[in-house]
C-alpha cells in the first residue's frame, strides 16, 4: 500500500492526482479509467479540501492499494474534519433540466455511478471514504 499525507488545500490536487496516475500507469490501467478515477478522486479530495475543516486547513491521508486478481484498485481518504457521509446524500434528479435540480450532489453521484464500490465511515474520529474500482 502506498500513502500520501498532506495539507487538505485545492492547491495540492495535482500531488495528488500525480500520487495516483504513478501508480496506475504502472498498472497499464487504460486511460478511459485512469481519467474516470481521476474525476472521481478530484472531486473527493476537493471535496475535503473545501469543507472538511472550514475556515481552518487540516491533513488528508490519501492510500492506494492494488489487487491483482482482479486487477483493481482502491483508493482510501482519511480526514479528521466534520463528520460527513457523503453516501446520505440522495442522489440529484438527473431527469430534470440543470436549472429545476438543486445545486450540489451531483459529483458525489458521479463518483457513486463510476466507481465499483464506495464505502464511508466515521472512526476514532475520522470521516474515511473508499473508492474501488476493478480495471
Known amino acids: 500500500m502506498r500513502e500520501l ?3 487538505a488545500r485545492v492547491e495540492n490536487l ?3 492526482l500525480a500520487f495516483m496516475d504513478e501508480t496506475l500507469e504502472a498498472m497499464d490501467c487504460s486511460m478511459k479509467l485512469q481519467t474516470q478515477i481521476d474525476i472521481a ?3 473527493i479530495y476537493v471535496n475535503i479540501a473545501h469543507y472538511a475543516y472550514t475556515p481552518q486547513v487540516g491533513s488528508a491521508t490519501i492510500q492506494l492499494e492494488t489487487y491483482d486478481s482482479p486487477r483493481a484498485v482502491s483508493i482510501t481518504f482519511i480526514d479528521e474534519g466534520i463528520p460527513y457521509n457523503p453516501l446520505e446524500k ?3 434528479d438527473v431527469t ?3 436549472e429545476e435540480r438543486q ?3 451531483l459529483g458525489i453521484f458521479m463518483v ?3 466507481m465499483d464500490k464506495v464505502l464511508y465511515r466515521h472512526e476514532d ?3 474515511i471514504l473508499t473508492l474501488y474500482k476493478e480495471l
Open 41 to 43: 478522486v478530484e472531486e
Open 125 to 127: 474520529g475520522q470521516n
Open 112 to 114: 457513486k455511478k463510476s
Open 103 to 105: 445545486i450540489g450532489g
Open 5 to 7: 499525507k498532506l495539507e
Open 14 to 16: 495535482d500531488q495528488v
Open 96 to 98: 430534470l433540466s440543470a
Open 90 to 92: 440522495e442522489d440529484p
